[in-house]
């Protein structure tokens, strides 16, 4: 049980260093980092981003995201706007550039990692996905998987 262990850790950690460099490597982002493009991404899905959803939903302290989003904004990928509901919040949208950046540059998991997809037999993807969604069940604190449990430590909480 303990080699079975052992080796479900290395080699996640292997692949999770892999994609981390494919996508860090591979991906074209133009002048944003992954980071930013990702935070596109999340404000693009969301329909009145803020900059806690945003922080929370894409597991950044609401520091570092406030600083993403200041240097975008001056870069012209986003605009901020005061709430017309609410005054006291500032709701994060794309501006042209941003919606273009989202449209033009290949910064996507399926651009990074469609090779590797490719390289899977049609009866692999199909576990290998329904083993990742597996996964990443036991990886939410909130959406445990049967016979998963949840982490030891608790994960920092969303603003």
Do not use: H, W
């Amino acid at each position: 049980m303990a080699v079975a262990k052992e080796r479900f850790s290395a080699l996640l950690s292997e692949v999770a260093r892999e994609v981390t460099r494919r996508r860090s490597s591979e991906a074209c982002c133009g002048d944003l980092t992954l980071e930013q493009f990702e935070t596109l991404r999340a404000i693009a899905a969301s329909a009145q981003a803020t900059i806690g959803s945003l922080s929370g939903g894409l597991s950044v302290d609401l520091s570092t995201m406030s600083r993403n989003v200041s240097v975008m904004e001056r870069n012209g990928y986003l605009r901020r706007a005061r709430s017309a509901a609410d005054g006291r919040v500032v709701l994060v949208g794309l501006t042209a550039k941003g919606r273009n950046a989202l449209e033009t540059l290949r910064c996507g998991e399926r651009d990074v990692l469609g090779d590797v997809f490719e390289r899977l037999s049609p009866d692999e993807r199909s576990e290998v996905v329904q083993a990742l969604e597996a996964l990443r069940g036991c990886l939410r604190q909130d959406a445990p998987v049967a016979g998963c449990c949840r982490p030891s430590v608790p994960r920092r909480k969303s603003l």
